[in-house]
């Protein structure tokens, strides 16, 4: 199991679903510290990863460090990794959850685009709310700096948690928003993460903090997503999801 690198297999510990769908060689086009991105010849994204950040829906999980790979590689077989359903739940857990989220979300730090996410968000939770169209958060997409703008990761966090919280309507409807979109607004790598999570699927350490919002949880693992990209996902896991608990 693993990646073969010029007939070299570097071994895996795991892969995570939408990973698993690229097929053949592989070509890199964007290396960090603990992570590269490599795609096949359909376009298909897969973040091969160093084992410390976690498994995911994009992820190729290493055992180890990253090691210096070629600019070609090869996926072959590996576990696959799938995030576990939450635990039952009542509308009053999920609603005291959110609480403890907003609660707990550390201060953003003041940057350009912070009215244009914040009216994002708000327009977000109107739309779940069922008082505004989707079409009213398109500017988040590809909104802030970096390889996931916070918008995109709002978007991303709202289309996980709805599917994770059983509704499927709701993600389906954001789900085609974010396909229709995302291709055009905003970079590949963010629109990658954006078309897993339109899947229902994100990172292990953000679904583990949704299981904290129905266990009591303290949502440490947010911590371990990019800079900001966790909180920024709870964002808007919190926008869609604020409906949901009060009724």
Known sequence: MGIVVNAAK??????????????GPLCVFARFE?????????GR????????LGDGTLQARLPGALPDLPDSIALAAAPIWTPP???????ADLAAGLARATATRPARPQGVGDAALAAGLSAL???????????SCRDLIGLGPGLTPSGDDALGGAAISLRAFGRA???????AFIRKHAPNRT??????????AADGEGSAAFHDALRDLVTNGDF?????????SGWDAMDGAIAVLSPIARR
């Open 34 to 42: 603990n992570s590269l991105y490599a795609r096949d010849s359909a």
């Open 10 to 23: 570097v071994t895996l510990s795991t892969i995570g679903r939408t990973a698993a769908q690229a097929t």
């Open 169 to 175: 309507m709701l993600a389906g409807e954001l789900g």
């Open 125 to 135: 939770n109107r739309w779940a709310s069922g008082t505004e169209t989707l079409e």
């Open 45 to 52: 994204i897969v973040c091969v990863v160093a084992a410390g």
């Open 220 to 228: 440490t693992s947010l911590a371990r997503i990019g800079a900001s």
């Open 187 to 196: 970079s590949a790598i963010s629109c990658a993460h954006l078309h897993a």
């Open 85 to 91: 359903p939450l635990p039952e739940w009542r509308n």
